[in-house]
């Protein structure tokens, strides 16, 4: 087994608060900001903000303010370091584009802070070997949020493979559904731009990776896998006979407003507020069509995986089916797990949740060998994504950090072992070969 040690829980003092800056302010940051600022803001507190747009950082200012937070110091990515020397934060937390988050992770290490990292932990493998080597030097603490571990249904999952319920674990089948709500938005943002997202492969399967390590407690071996983009994209909706484009979403257009595909920023207060509002900023703009040329990304993808433990898995994604989640299936010597959860799906930023819908229907079911099925009950579970987002936050920001028997706190290691599976298959898309992972970068070299 390749289990890696987990972080400890954020040190505190009861005579001070402990001071966090967040950079990167679009949605993503909104489940830090929020619970800083209500929940936990007798013992943390928001020492700054840091992004490339001012105007969304004001944004952020006037939400806080509804909950009688006082405005937080606005700083420009480019005035990082004056950041941390000006408001001496204990950790900085990274919400940024994927493929800027070794850059601030590395520079906040740097400058003596513990960092917070929205997954995935960065994009390629060079940049992970940088954010390891920094770890290693400065000996600063790095955790990576894998809200997905903390879901209940998930812990449940760990739980009965931990205790031996079906034995070993010898295969396993893993698949994951995005709908035409939810998996049109990769399409729609930023994401769509390999460069700066690693894929889905990277920027989305790192949750359903890091899960299997997890859940088997061990680290992909030897990858393959095959990518397309398949369905979103200009040439894929010519060949379907469509005939007129557009843009973007935001727009009056009878035939955009007729699409389903298409999303106007105006439709919420909370996306025109966060991304139309702020464009003059930066230029980014939210709600491109999904059927534009220029995107880089697959839709649809299939993986082999082997495992140090010498599991085996087969992994599929895409991202415009028509219902949202996933089915998990695990087949050991002593029987087998299925899992079936189907989620209701969301558009970040939209509705004020800024996360993953409630879900509408979850099941696990364990059938032994020469016995009788049975369903597993699940705990109940309340917040974004599955009810894992209030029981991490408790974790990292509570005064008393619960007990953590399932080892969910990810660290470095834990991150790094997450992103290299995607990478791997990005790899071997890209050339049609098997990756064997250590060779790319040996984890061996940094788990010390």
Not at 171 to 187: C, I, K, P, Q, R
Not at 216 to 227: M, Y
Not at 277 to 304: C, P, Q, W
Not at 328 to 350: D, L, M, P
Request: glycine share 8%; aromatic share 10%; net charge negative.
């Amino acid at each position: 087994m390749n289990q890696s040690s987990s972080p400890q829980p954020e040190s505190r003092t009861q005579s001070s608060k402990r001071r966090y800056a967040i950079v990167g302010t679009g949605g993503r940051s909104w489940m830090f900001i929020n619970a800083l600022t209500t929940v936990y803001r007798e013992t943390s507190e928001i020492a700054a903000f840091c992004d490339v747009n001012s105007l969304r950082m004001d944004y952020y200012n006037c939400e806080i303010a509804k909950a009688g937070a006082a405005p937080v110091p606005k700083y420009l990515a480019a005035d990082f370091d004056r950041m941390i020397a000006e408001t001496k934060p204990d950790c900085v937390i990274v919400t940024t584009v994927d493929r800027t988050h070794h850059r601030y992770i590395i520079r906040a290490m740097e400058l003596g802070c513990d960092v917070i990292t929205e997954k995935p932990l960065t994009v390629d493998a060079e940049k992970c070997r940088q954010i390891l080597d920094t770890v290693k030097h400065t000996g600063r603490r790095l955790r990576v949020t894998f809200n997905y571990r903390y879901a209940p249904i998930r812990s449940k999952v760990k739980e009965l493979i931990q205790s031996g319920t079906i034995g070993e674990v010898k295969s396993v089948h893993f698949e994951w559904l995005l709908d035409t709500n939810h998996g049109a938005d990769y399409f729609r943002r930023w994401h769509r731009d390999k460069r700066n997202s690693g894929g889905l492969m990277v920027h989305k399967a790192t949750h359903h990776f890091d899960l299997i390590n997890w859940w088997l407690g061990s680290s992909p071996e030897t990858v393959f896998a095959f990518g397309n983009l398949a369905f979103y994209g200009k040439e894929n909706a010519e060949n379907r006979g469509v005939t007129t484009f557009y843009d973007r979403g935001t727009t009056d257009r009878p035939d955009v407003k007729s699409d389903p595909f298409a999303l106007d920023l105006r439709s919420s207060e909370n996306l025109k507020g966060l991304y139309l509002d702020t464009e003059s900023a930066d230029g980014y703009h939210r709600d491109k069509s999904v059927f534009d040329d220029g995107i880089s990304i697959e839709d649809t993808m299939n993986v082999l995986v082997r495992y140090k433990s010498g599991a085996q898995m087969s992994y599929s994604l895409h991202a415009y089916a028509a219902w949202e989640g996933y089915r998990v299936a695990f087949s050991g010597t002593k029987g087998r797990i299925e899992i079936n959860h189907q989620e209701s799906s969301y558009i970040n930023a939209q509705d004020g949740n800024l996360g993953e819908g409630t879900s509408s229907s979850e099941q696990i079911l364990l059938l032994p060998l020469f016995a009788k099925p049975q369903i597993v009950p699940i705990p109940e579970s309340n917040g974004g994504h599955g009810g894992g987002d209030p029981i991490m936050l408790e974790a990292i920001f509570g005064e008393r950090a619960p007990e953590d028997p399932l080892n969910r706190a990810a660290n470095h290691i834990d991150g790094a072992r997450s992103i290299l599976t995607g990478i791997a298959a990005n790899r071997a898309i890209a050339t049609g070969l098997p990756v064997k992972v250590d060779e790319m970068l040996n984890l061996d070299e940094w788990a010390g």
